[in-house]
């Protein structure tokens, strides 16, 4: 039995989240399921982490378990004739058996877009955050540098988790426009549930003027209650995953 490794890229608006779900459509059951209609094998894929719904993948990566001897190097194009065109496989390996998508990750960057204009945009609806406030972007900018390093992100996390280590580390945040455009990434060792939502809606927050404090004070806090709203899900990408 090979151990494959897949990256994948998604459009995440059609769907529940990377999780399969009874009810309900995710990415992981509309791979597997592709998988079956290949090789008539039922298989469990394992990603290196769930998305929630709406939200986008760039590079997503999983792997799973597979006794047919169909070269690894047919599998994207194969398995993209049987999928949705808003999910495509955009490489495949053959790697140890003991590699694990999850929990051999080391890292994970992430993008996320705010289409900063008065007016709503029909190219950029359902990949973007639609702020329509003018937004000071240097501050959010200078801001953003407080970020960096290894801190406890407590205040960054939604309720509803059960995760007890609140310490990460992020590596880099980038921050750049073009024309209203914003684009934010961010890439660290791991993040808590909806981290970077939170960490998008402080930036915003704070280019908006409704959050005086500085950054470094949030994140000292610890508190939810002082950092910013919960961005939209649509507007952020898994960009890639580092092993």
Same mark, same amino acid.
């Given at each position: 039995m090979r151990?494959?490794?897949i990256?994948i890229?998604y459009?995440?608006?059609?769907y529940c989240?990377w999780q399969k779900?009874?009810?309900s459509?995710?990415?992981? /059951? *509309?791979?597997?399921?592709a998988? +079956?209609?290949?090789t008539?094998?039922? =298989?469990?894929i $394992?990603?290196?982490?769930r998305?929630d719904a709406?939200?986008h ?8 378990k597979?006794n047919?001897?169909?070269?690894y190097s047919?599998?994207p ?8 065109k808003?999910?495509s496989?955009?490489d495949?390996k053959?790697?140890d058996?003991?590699f694990h998508a ?5 890292g994970?960057?992430y993008?996320y877009?705010i289409?900063?204009s ?10 973007s955050?639609?702020v329509k406030y003018?937004?000071d ?9 407080s970020?960096? /390093? *290894?801190?406890?992100?407590?205040g +960054?996390?939604?309720s509803?988790?059960? =995760?007890i280590? $609140? ?5 880099d ?7 209203d455009?914003?684009t934010?990434e ?14 998008v809606g402080?930036?915003v927050d704070i280019?908006?003027?409704r959050?005086?404090?500085?950054l470094s004070e949030?994140?000292?806090s610890?508190s ?9 899900a ?5 960009k890639?995953?580092d092993?």
């Amino acid at each position: 039995m090979r151990n494959l490794m897949i990256k994948i890229q998604y459009n995440g608006a059609n769907y529940c989240g990377w999780q399969k779900q009874p009810d309900s459509l995710g990415i992981q /059951g *509309t791979i597997e399921k592709a998988i +079956f209609d290949i090789t008539k094998e039922e =298989v469990k894929i $394992t990603g290196s982490g769930r998305t929630d719904a709406g939200v986008h993948a760039l590079g997503q990566v999983a792997n799973f378990k597979l006794n047919s001897d169909i070269p690894y190097s047919k599998l994207p194009n194969a398995l993209n004739s049987k999928l949705p065109k808003d999910i495509s496989i955009i490489d495949c390996k053959e790697v140890d058996d003991q590699f694990h998508a999850r929990y051999n990750a080391k890292g994970k960057r992430y993008r996320y877009l705010i289409y900063n204009s008065p007016y709503r945009s029909p190219i950029y609806k359902d990949t973007s955050y639609h702020v329509k406030y003018e937004l000071d972007f240097n501050k959010m900018c200078k801001e953003a540098k407080s970020l960096i /390093g *290894t801190h406890d992100f407590k205040g +960054f996390m939604s309720s509803g988790s059960s =995760v007890i280590d $609140t310490v990460r580390t992020i590596y880099d945040i980038e921050i750049t426009k073009d024309e209203d455009l914003i684009t934010i990434e961010v890439e660290g060792s791991g993040f808590l549930y909806n981290m970077v939502r939170i960490i998008v809606g402080t930036l915003v927050d704070i280019g908006r003027g409704r959050i005086k404090d500085n950054l470094s004070e949030i994140i000292d806090s610890k508190s939810r209650s002082k950092t910013g709203h919960t961005a939209p899900a649509h507007g952020l990408f898994l960009k890639k995953v580092d092993y």
